[in-house]
T-cell receptor, first 112, second 114 residues
Framework: GDSVTQMEGPVTLSEEAFLTINCTYTATGYPSLFWYVQYPGEGLQLLLKATKADDKGSNKGFEATYRKETTSFHLEKGSVQVSDSAVYFCARGSYNTDKLIFGTGTRLQVFP | NAGVMQNPRHLVRRRGQEARLRCSPVKGHSHVYWYRQLPEEGLKFMVYLQKENIIDESGMPKERFSAEFPKEGPSILRIQQVVRGDSAAYFC????????????FGPGTRLLVL
């Protein structure tokens, strides 16, 4: 069935380091792809999205490109900040319903 | 600029009691989704509703769980005879229409079953 796989955490970085969080999805149809961020004790906030192949979503310095050939949607940021510490979830739309399918989440910890 | 609202934010129940979780979608949104997040896990889809209709309940346990989204008022997720395994964060999301629409999430209700 439809699924999303993302790298396990935690990812621990120093401030201003480069960030990559890998995400791959099963290739049923052409789903929309999303990255959501969850800060401690809060709900999920949409970080960025892409709706078709080769689209690049970007927001707050984060970017992810919809790669159909590798079924990937890796999240990147050139220079992380302490305030980026959170759990990041990759998600895809499903083939024939509107539900979202989430990866297990990757915890990012950024130290000064 | 009210987003998705959920209440209560925290709910404590003893085994065998009922839990009622409420979700008010973004104004003008008629599609509501409920997800459950177990500790240290990702979110799992439970149910998708439009006004007065259940569209997809494939992720909801067949027993003890029910959901509704009446014509007036919030969406309700109801868990009867709660067990410890029901302890989780329950998130509601809404969107304005079907299709490849962004879902906007509420802050969640954290249910603890003693």
């Amino acid at each position: 069935g439809d699924s999303v796989t993302q790298m396990e955490g935690p990812v621990t970085l120093s401030e201003e380091a480069f960030l990559t969080i890998n995400c791959t999805y099963t290739a049923t149809g052409y789903p929309s792809l999303f990255w959501y961020v969850q800060y401690p004790g809060e709900g999920l906030q949409l970080l960025l999205k892409a709706t078709k192949a080769d689209d690049k979503g970007s927001n707050k310095g984060f970017e992810a490109t919809y790669r159909k050939e590798t079924t990937s949607f890796h999240l990147e940021k050139g220079s992380v900040q302490v305030s980026d510490s959170a759990v990041y979830f990759c998600a895809r739309g499903s083939y024939n319903t509107d539900k979202l399918i989430f990866g297990t989440g990757t915890r990012l910890q950024v130290f000064p | 600029n009210a987003g998705v609202m959920q209440n209560p934010r925290h709910l404590v129940r003893r085994r065998g009691q009922e839990a009622r979780l409420r979700c008010s979608p973004v104004k003008g949104h008629s599609h509501v989704y409920w997800y459950r997040q177990l500790p240290e896990e990702g979110l799992k889809f439970m149910v998708y509703l439009q006004k007065e209709n259940i569209i997809d309940e494939s992720g909801m346990p067949k027993e003890r769980f029910s959901a509704e989204f009446p014509k007036e008022g919030p969406s309700i997720l109801r868990i009867q005879q709660v067990v410890r395994g029901d302890s989780a964060a329950y998130f509601c999301a809404s969107s304005p229409r079907q299709g490849k629409e962004t879902q906007y999430f509420g802050p969640g209700t954290r249910l603890l079953v003693l």
